[in-house]
Each structure stands twice: as C-alpha cells, then as structure tokens.
Nanobody, 123 residues
C-alpha cells in the first residue's frame, strides 16, 4: 500500500503559476497527475515513470505544465504555468508499483490515489 500526500493547490489569476507536490510513502514505478472539474470525468494531465525519463502530457497542457520528480524524496511535482480558467479542477496524484502497459498514463491503471488538492484559476 502506497500513501500519497498532495500539496500546493490554491487560487490564482489566469496567466499565473502554481506548483503541486505529491509525496509517496514508499516505492512507486510510475506516478501521474489527474484532474476532475465539477460535472466532468476525471482526466489525465501528466504522468511519468519514476525510474525512466519518460513522460506523458495531455494535449491541453502541453507546453504549459511540466511533471518532474525527486526520487530521493519519493516526490513528483507538477509545475503549472500560463494557467487558464479551464484548468480549474480538483487535482489528484496517483501512483502504481507496476508497469501499466500501453495504458500506463490512464487513471484506470493506477491503484493508489491522493486526497486531491483544489486549483482555481480566475479570469
């Protein structure tokens, strides 16, 4: 069982930046960030393998968001720049200890989830 603790959410004006952090309690093979806005399905934002330089980004955040990791701290970060009102959502960190196959960046492939942190972007 892996426990995840997120931090860094908040309110910001459009064009601003926020950095989310997610600390894991133990070993993870891959970690990802997901978000869910009211009335919408949870969607993937970014994901990374902890032991490889392989990342995935949703088209909607490419060029604005960056996922990074500090393996010594078992922590993954999501740097969010040029934020837009449509980025407003609850952001969740997820992790798994297995490879995940071709769906490694999809929410259904992750077993461990954080409690979420709210990001609100005002226009």
């Amino acid at each position: 069982q892996v426990q995840l603790v997120e931090s860094g959410g908040g309110s910001v004006q459009a064009g601003g930046s926020l950095r989310l952090s997610c600390a894991a309690s133990g070993y993870t093979y891959r970690m990802g960030w997901f978000r869910q806005a009211p009335g919408k399905e949870r969607e993937g934002v970014a994901a990374t393998y902890t032991g490889y330089d392989i990342t995935w980004y949703a088209d909607s955040v490419k060029g604005r968001f960056t996922i990074s990791k500090d393996n010594a701290k078992k922590t993954v970060y999501l740097q969010m720049n040029s934020l837009k009102p449509e980025d407003t959502a609850m952001y969740y960190c997820a992790a798994d200890t297995a490879w995940g196959g071709s769906s490694w960046y999809r929410a259904a492939s992750y077993r461990y989830w954080g409690q979420g942190t709210q990001v609100t972007v005002s226009s």
